[in-house]
Structure formats: C-alpha cells, structure tokens
C-alpha cells in the first residue's frame, strides 16, 4: 500500500517576514532568546563559534591508538592549581577572546558538595558560591535553567545541570576550591581522609576576535530576570514552537500491512518546515512495533531520516512517558517531536512497515508551518541509527575498552542531539565509557567527556527516570548497580538535545563513544541515533538497515515464575494480568496488576512472573486497598512475597478475620519483594480475607506483593 498526498501553496504574505536569524550582539538576552527559538539550529550560526569541553577527563587520554586512551581516572583533573591569598584554586576552565559558557554540569564524592565555584569574566569575579547552589540550587536562577538530575535520587548523587548562558567579551576563567581536596594527615598517625572526586563538564562557544559581547555579571542577571523567567516558563512548559503559526497538518489513521508504506509529501514555493511531527504505533502486543515501523524523511530530493520510530521520538522500543523540549511521549503510546525541520521546496515523510505483521498508525499528524528558506544559510535536518547487536563488553584477547559511533559526518552544520537505547544482560554498570568527539579531522578531539550518564546529564549510573527540557531517562533500569539476578528487565534510553550547546563543524564530525562495561565477558544491543542540521549535500555514514529493524527486540529477560511445592494451593499471583475477584478502591492499584516497575520507581525485583501488585499508580501520593475474594483456612500456613513502604497499618497486608486483622506484614523500605509467612492454624475452618493496604504519602508510600499460597510449611 502506498498513500500519497501532494500539496502545493504559495507562500502566504505572513510567512515572507520570517527571516534568517541575524548576527548581531551576543547577550544574555539574545542567547536565552536563541534557546528557546526553534528556528535558530537550522541556520548556520551568525556570529561563528567554534565549540569546546572542558572537562575533568583523565589526562592520560590524548589520540587514539597511544596507551591511556581508555584511561579512566576522570575526578579532580584540572588544567593548574592557582594561589590566591591563602586560597588554592583549582582552574578548570581558561578561555580567552569572546565567547559563552553554554552548559556547566557537575558532580561530586566523598564531599558534602560544599566546595567554592568561582567563575572570573573579563579578569574580574563575577560569581562566587557552593558549587551545587550556583548550578543546581537556583542561586542564579529557577528551574530548569538550573536544575539537578533525577531529583528522585539523593541530592549529592544527581547530576547538577546550568544551562543558564554565560557570555564574556574577553576572557573567563572558572575556579573550585575545595575544602576537602588538601586534607592533611591525622595527627599520631592513621589513614587520611578520602580525597574529593570531583567531576565536570564544561561546555563553551568561542567566537571570532572582534565579535560585540556583553559580559555576564550579576548586575545584568538582575537586569534580566524578566527574560530569564521567561525562557524558563517556556522550557518548563516545552512550549517549543507555540509561538510560530499553526500551519497546515495532514493526517493519518489506518493500518499498514507488512512491507507497505504510507507516504506524506509537501511541495512548498518559498520554503517551510515540519514544526510537528505526532503519531501512535500500535501492532498488538508485539515488542517489536517501535523498532521495525520506520520513519523516513527526505528534504529537497533528499533522504536525511531513516530511524525506527521509537528512537526517532526518544522512547526507544518501549512505550517510557517523558517530556523534552523537542521529543516526548505521554506513556499512552502517543510520540510528538517538535524539531523544526526546513526544506526549501519539498519534504516527503514515509512510514513504513518491515514487520512481519500489519502496523496501526493512529492519531498521526504531520504539522507543515512556514519557514523563510535561506539559500546561504539553512539547512536540513538529519538523523541516522544503527544497532550494535550482541556487542561485546570488551574486544580481543587482553579484552580491552573499544569506541563505538554514533554517526559521522561529512559536510557543514551542527551536530543537534543523541539518544542511546540498550539492553543487557547483566546488573554491573555498562556505561563508564566517555564521549569523544572529533572535528573537522582532528587527532586529538575537542571533546573528551567522563562517562556516559555525565554526558546525559546524570550521574553515578541512577536507575531513576528523569525528563528535562534537554537531558531524559525515560528508562533506566539497565543501569546494574540496584538490581538483583532475579530482575527480569535490563533496557535503559538516555536522551540529550542541544541548544546553545550544539557542536558546529564546517567539514566534518565524528561522535564516538567508548564501550566501557565493567565485565568482560557478556554481550550488549546498543543502538544510538544521531541528530544534526547540515548543509545540502552533507553525508553520513549510517543509511538504511532494514535487517537491523526485524531483529528482535529484547525487552524482557524470561520472567522468573516461583516453583511451587506439590503441597501447596496458588492462591492468586495475578498472572493474567488483572485484579479477577479481588476489589480494588482507591488509585494506588491502578487498573490492574503491574508489570515491574511502573513509571519513576526504582527497580523492583524478587516478584514471580511477570506481574505483581504494586500500589505506586501515581508514585507515592495516591492511597487505595486491594481486598481479595474470602476464602477458608485450610491449610497451617499463608506464604508470599511482599515489598514496598515499612509502615504499620499504612503499607501493609493484612488478613482479616470476622472483621479484624489478625496477622499483618510489611515491607522493608525496599522494592525487593521477599518471602514472608503467617502461621494460621489456629484459625483453621474460617473464613478470611486478604487486605493489601497503601494508605501513605511520602517515603515509600507503597506496597508491593505477589504469589500468595497456602501450605503446609512456611517458605522462606
């Protein structure tokens, strides 16, 4: 099947004042502006920057090929140690000539993150203050321009994000002081104190000699609070592209069958622009639907997308609710980008079908707005995708750390954003490895980061979902550290889209990525996508891979059922997905038994199966009961799985006999669920419930439970 709608319309009088963004002074304001403007990537930037990482990378890595490459020492590295008064001053950051830091992020061990930040414009301190309070605390500004992830982890083990600009005409200079760094020995002897580790990344813009720059200070912070306000109701709103025309939008609902298609095109004198881009994939319970439906894209003849919808839209190939500012998905199977995507006459955008089964396209809708095509300085959007499947932890016989690419590319543009989807089959962390990016032909890259989730933005391999305007996790129970063997799931999606912070390039630009897993010996499905802008013409190295797109998926590990002895009775373990006899009121059960985690729980795991009762429905601000079916005691022994909250008649099970509770169990503050039992003989021959009780807010305001049976003897 191939459905094909063409559109042609002039260029309406109110699209011809959209214009090119132009050069001018770089402020605060302008760059906030810039950052929230949609439109601004597509450009090639005016005034030209060349972009850079400061970071406290290992300074053992230098090119590739030369011992030290993967190494890994990557706290506390800076580029000198100054003296100021009786202050030592770590220097992390030395720019000179104009420019602007764009994102500034950080984290910390071993301290209580207390350590003194200053950043120098112009030869002159313009900010002073604890580390986590300037970036994340809002000592300069609200969230989101200044915010840590995820905030469901502890505070000292998030990630700490500035994305508030600061711009300097001359020079800057960003200093740490540290209280803990030059800790002196005991006296009469002992261990010392644990040095510091203290990471970062810094990221900057420089700018040609001579461009016009209003420097940063805290005078013109005040001044420009309306401003900063503004951009963070708008980032916190995702309003991305609100302000621009409705435009036209064409439609799509209706099934494809296998190998069809369904084919969008637009043909627009003057120029325009996909300002939105929603749809809904739907094909059954098949965990391949968001791998193997593509979504192809050409731009003025041509093809620049060729992604699996899933990665496209940020939620990798499981339904994960989150929201950016240009991607997100409600969690209800409906996915929305917000990318502004130009074209100068026509786009074509194609859905296609490379599974064995028909796909259902639902709610679909291609939003066409007005754009002013600049034939010196537009560009095309682009995104590419590929899988490593079954990739090794580590290569060759000393099993050495190796890279992997996201994409490269040849041409001039901007490199925009990346999303990272994976599977693995074990709990040690996977992602140790730094992102090393090289452009335009260099040996040694202008950035080496220190580590995968710093470069998305988190930090000590969190398991907890997050969603921000720029950095997500949609999911991350992959992550290793707080999973048992038992634990079925082993996927993470990291997502990061740049603004401020997109790396240009005027020839090209390779995005690598170091596979650092810290076992040796098990194999990994990673599949990055790569998004930039890039002149027409520009090439990638990642095209079309309809095989990597039928390859299965892997979502789950096979599910641990619990052997029953021959003596016991299956009570209920909720298998079938639903709550059958049992009553549920309130919210906190939701409309049926969960599959796991339910959206920003850590991981839980120790259940049987595949489905469990599980009250974080809302996370912990909803209450509610779960009632079972009465039944009559029979047999000496009640045995079964609980978890969640350890409250006393708030996060409990409890059974009922004639009205009262007569035996209760809770659990230990923990997800992981574990055996417990109630010796019942004594109430043999009555008739009973079962009670699952959430009846808090707050600290683990939830229960969980699974598998209950009676028996003859207890299960432990």
Same mark, same amino acid.
């Given at each position: ?58 300074? &053992? ?109 001359? #020079? ?10 030059? #800790? ?30 209003? #420097? ?219 992102? &090393? ?69 005027? &020839? ?207 299960? &432990?």
């Amino acid at each position: 099947m191939k459905t094909t709608f063409v559109s042609t319309l002039a260029l309406a009088a109110a699209f011809l004042a959209l214009a090119a963004p132009a050069s001018g002074k770089v402020t605060l304001k302008s760059l906030l502006e810039e950052m929230t403007d949609p439109d601004a990537n597509t450009y090639l930037p005016s005034p030209r920057y060349t972009a850079r990482l400061w970071s406290s990378y290992d300074r &053992k890595t230098t090119e590739p090929g030369t011992e030290g490459w993967f190494a890994n020492s990557d706290s506390s590295k800076f580029l000198r140690e100054e003296t100021v008064g009786e202050r030592r001053e770590q220097v992390m950051l030395d720019a000179k000539g104009p420019g602007v830091i764009t994102r500034f992020w950080v984290t910390v061990a071993r301290t209580d993150g207390k350590g003194i930040l200053r950043i120098y414009i112009d030869g002159k301190l313009a900010v002073e203050g604890e580390v986590l309070k300037i970036l994340s605390g809002g000592a300069l500004c609200g969230a989101p321009l200044s915010d840590s992830v995820s905030r469901e982890s502890p505070y000292l083990n998030r990630g700490h994000d500035l994305y508030l600009p600061i711009p300097y005409a001359e #020079s800057c200079k960003v200093t740490y002081e540290s209280a803990t760094l030059y #800790s002196k020995q005991p006296r009469g002897g002992g261990k010392p104190p644990a040095r510091e580790a203290f990471y970062y990344n810094v990221e900057t813009r420089a700018y040609a000699a001579g461009t016009e720059v209003e #420097s940063f200070s805290l005078e013109v912070l005040r001044r420009e609070k309306a401003a900063v306000d503004a951009a963070n109701r708008k980032l916190d709103r995702r309003l991305n592209g609100a302000d621009k025309a409705p435009g036209e939008i064409l439609t799509f609902d209706g099934e494809i069958p296998p190998g069809q298609s369904v084919v969008r095109t637009v043909t627009r004198e003057g120029g325009g622009a996909i300002r939105r881009l929603a749809m809904a994939v739907a094909s059954g319970k098949d965990p391949n639907a968001l791998r193997s439906t593509v979504l192809e894209i050409s731009f003025d003849g041509e093809r620049t997308v060729w992604v699996p919808a899933g990665e496209f839209f940020g939620c990798g190939y499981t339904y994960e609710p989150y929201s950016s500012w240009f991607t997100s998905c409600t969690g209800a199977g409906r996915m929305e980008s917000r990318w502004t995507m130009p074209f100068e006459k026509t786009c074509t955008v194609t859905v296609r079908n490379y599974a064995a089964k028909p796909v259902a396209l639902s709610l679909t809708a291609l939003e066409i707005g007005g754009y002013r095509w600049d034939p010196a300085r537009s560009m095309h959007f682009g995104a590419c995708w590929h899988e490593y499947a079954d990739a090794p932890s580590r290569r060759g016989a000393e099993k050495t750390q190796y890279d992997y690419d996201y994409a490269e590319l040849e041409g001039e543009g901007l490199f925009v954003g990346t999303t990272l989807a994976l599977w693995q089959p074990a709990t040690r962390w996977w992602g140790e490895g730094d992102e &090393k990016v090289f452009i335009d032909g260099e040996n040694t890259p202008s950035y080496i980061g220190t580590g995968t989730e710093d470069y998305y933005g988190y930090a000590w391999c969190r398991p907890q979902p997050f969603d921000h305007p720029f950095i997500a996790q949609p999911i991350g129970i992959g992550q290793g550290r707080p999973l048992r063997e038992d634990f079925a799931r082993r996927n993470a999606v990291n997502v990061r889209n740049r603004a401020l912070d997109a790396i240009p390039f005027t &020839k090209s630009i390779r995005f690598h990525m170091e596979m650092w897993h810290w076992l040796e010996d098990i194999k990994l499905d990673f599949a990055p996508l790569a998004c930039w802008y890039m002149r027409p013409g520009g090439k990638a190295n990642r095209g079309a891979d309809p095989a990597a797109v039928r390859r299965p998926v892997r979502v789950d590990m096979p599910p641990v059922q619990v052997a029953l002895p021959k003596t016991a009775v299956l009570f209920a373990d909720f298998e079938n997905g639903t709550y059958e006899a049992w009553k549920a009121e309130g919210e906190a059960f939701g409309p049926g038994p969960a599959r796991g985690i339910l959206p920003f729980q850590n991981p839980v795991n120790g259940y049987s199966g595949r489905y469990l009762v599980n009250s974080y429905y809302g996370k912990d601000e909803t209450k509610g009961t779960l009632t079972s079916p009465a039944f009559t005691i029979e047999k000496p022994f009640i045995n079964f799985l609980v978890g969640g909250g350890n409250y006393k008649d708030e996060t409990c099970v409890n059974l009922v006999i004639d009205g009262k509770t007569v035996r209760t169990a809770t659990g230990k503050n923990a997800e992981r669920l574990e055996w417990t039992h109630w010796d019942v003989g004594e109430f043999k021959g009555k008739k009973a419930t079962i009670v699952i009780v959430d009846n808090r807010t707050g600290h683990f305001g939830h229960i969980n439970a699974d598998c209950f049976h009676f028996d003859i003897a207890p299960r &432990k």
